[in-house]
């Protein structure tokens, strides 16, 4: 059975939880990921940032539709859209902006496990932290394919 810490690339990409969105986006276009975890000074994941996180980043936000009753506003949907977007418009640093739900890998965890989690999850990477959370690599789809396709 191979196993995470097996396939994972150990020298990850990462960003610091103090940089500036502006440099993380540098950082990505520089190494061509879809997304880069989000460390602190220990090195701990603090999260993830992808893409699509930058392109929210600089987006207009949109208001929600307020419905007036009594001099009452009641926010017809989308409140947690909103509040999400304007999270990251106003994200000054990594930290602010980074995704803090992530789905990750643990080294011992089998390798087919953590393919079926990057697939149905969605995601293009999966770092690897060991039980303190303190990140030791990253599973992109490209080290899963490479393992399947090794003679």
């Known amino acids: 059975m191979t196993t995470a810490q097996e396939i994972m690339t150990r ?7 103090d940089d500036s969105v502006k440099n993380v986006g540098k950082i990505l276009l520089q190494t061509g990921h879809h ?10 994941l603090v999260g993830m940032i992808g893409e699509r996180d930058l392109i929210d980043a600089n987006r207009e936000v949109h ?5 007036t009753i009594l001099d ?4 017809l949907g989308g409140m947690h859209e909103y509040e999400e977007e304007l999270r990251k418009v106003t994200a ?6 980074a995704s803090t739900k992530v789905v990750t890998a643990r080294p011992d965890e089998n390798a087919d496990a953590v393919a079926e989690k990057l697939l149905r999850k969605e995601v293009h ?4 932290v060991d039980a303190d ?5 990253i599973i992109t789809r490209s080290d899963i394919l490479q393992h399947l396709l090794k003679p």
């Open 35 to 44: 997304s880069i975890p989000v460390v602190n000074a220990s090195g701990h």
């Open 72 to 75: 009452g506003l009641i926010p």
């Open 125 to 128: 990477a999966l770092p690897v």
């Open 11 to 17: 020298a990850a990409s990462t960003v610091q939880e």
């Open 133 to 137: 959370g303190k990140l030791l690599g």
């Open 63 to 67: 208001l929600p539709t307020m419905l």
């Open 92 to 97: 000054v640093t990594a930290g602010q902006l």
